[in-house]
């Protein structure tokens, strides 16, 4: 809220939505309506869920664009009036993408959209549709274009980015890039929305397929190979992170899900065919004792393990190995912004702040929680390099 409240602009309205939160941010919100009279209030009664309350910002707002920025984000210094000079420039533009960097890091985040598409498909601009991060901070959007497509969020607890970014890539003919960095993420919050787990990422994952289905069923697909290509990616990644959590949960939550997914896999089929994951769509309840033993082999009745990188992925695991009864000693991350957190109830530490050599004396085993391999590399010469020994660091991708 500072970090726009602090730049003068007489050209900006600032829509608040509290969603039913009891954590004394209504007051905050209201100290700020004071003193600035361009911010707008919508105080939800009761939680509704991050996609009905953003519609309810984009419905109320007067403005030509639309501009989203998450509760623990915030803007750069001093660009606002840059970022209003620039729409104004480009009027006819309808989607302008951003440079995003992590909060007191001059590291520009490489998982967005680097190149402007006047004349070409703007999902062609896009360097590899498997690592894009399709969240809806990474644009600016003209309102009288979401209104003439009718895009909206949909309901959807957990990624509903996905669907929101997704029909606005496949909808607009041109793209603009702003190219300096405006926005700052902040990654110290353990326990947001965004690594939740469990059931309500599946119900989520098959809420957005169906939204997939949706888009892909529309004529703006009709020959065009590069849009497939972009819908097949989202359909990865949401296969992916459905069946992570598949792994954690219960017989009677995967009995409520496995028709919604039958339904969904001709559609699937259909998409790609040569999709790996859309196999274990059809054989979800074997899948999951399957990935549970490998994981179990993986361990080899060790009481002695530490988790290595703090996210979705590891809380998953957590969560499993607990089930099994093998305890995990700790959490390290290299975020030393997790330090001294917790996942699961267990201290996050970074490396700097443990004894490893403890960790390698004791012969603890250290499961390395990151699937992308080339991360994983990098991480085990970093232990290496702290000297602990090969055959106790452990790649973990069940």
């Known amino acids: 809220m500072q970090s726009i409240c602090k730049q003068k602009s007489n050209y900006i309205e600032i829509i608040l939505v509290n969603d039913g939160s009891y954590d004394g941010s209504l007051k905050i919100v209201k100290r700020f309506k004071k003193k600035f009279k361009y911010i707008k209030l919508i105080d939800n009664k009761k939680n509704c869920g991050v996609s009905i309350s953003r519609n309810k910002g984009i419905e109320k707002a007067k403005g030509d664009y639309i501009f989203f920025i998450d509760s ?47 004349n070409t498909n703007p999902l062609s601009v896009i360097k590899d549709f498997n690592k894009f ?11 009288s274009f979401l209104e003439k497509e009718k895009i909206t969020f949909k309901n959807i607890r957990v990624f509903e980015d996905q669907a929101f970014v997704t029909s606005v890539l496949c909808e607009v003919k041109n793209l603009r890039l702003i190219k300096y960095p405006i926005y700052e993420r902040r990654l110290s919050e353990i326990n947001t929305l965004g690594r939740k787990t469990g059931f309500i990422i599946i119900k989520s994952c098959i809420n957005l397929i169906n939204e997939i289905e949706k888009i892909h069923n529309t004529n703006v697909l009709k020959n065009d190979q590069i849009k497939k290509k972009f819908l097949i990616s989202r359909v990865n990644f949401i296969l992916g992170q459905l069946l992570d959590n598949i792994l954690i949960c219960s017989n009677s939550e995967i009995k409520k899900i496995k028709k919604p997914l039958i339904d969904n896999y001709k559609f699937l089929k259909k998409l790609d065919n040569k999709n790996k994951f859309i196999k274990f769509t059809k054989k979800i309840d074997s899948y999951k004792i399957k990935k549970v033993n490998e994981l179990k082999e993986k361990i080899l009745n060790r009481n002695k393990v530490v988790i290595f990188c703090a996210g979705a992925y590891s809380d998953i695991i ?23 957190q917790k996942l699961s109830n267990i201290a996050i530490k970074h490396p700097s702040m443990i004894n490893l050599t403890f960790f390698k004396e004791n012969q603890f085993l250290i499961l390395v929680c990151n699937k992308n391999i080339n991360d994983y590399k990098k991480i085990r010469l970093q232990l290496i390099n702290m000297r602990v020994k090969k055959k106790y660091i452990v790649h973990l991708n069940i």
């Open 318 to 340: 957590i969560k499993i190995c607990k089930k099994l009864s093998i305890k995990i000693h700790v959490i390290i991350d290299n975020n030393l912004n997790y330090n001294d």
């Open 133 to 143: 991060r399709a969240t809806c901070w990474n644009f600016i959007v003209k309102k």
């Open 72 to 118: 623990d984000d915030k803007l750069i210094g001093n660009t606002l009036n840059k970022i209003i000079f620039f729409l104004n420039k480009n009027k006819k533009i309808d989607v302008f993408s951003i440079r995003s960097r992590l909060i007191n890091s001059n590291k520009i985040d490489k998982n967005q959209i680097f190149q402007s598409s006047i």
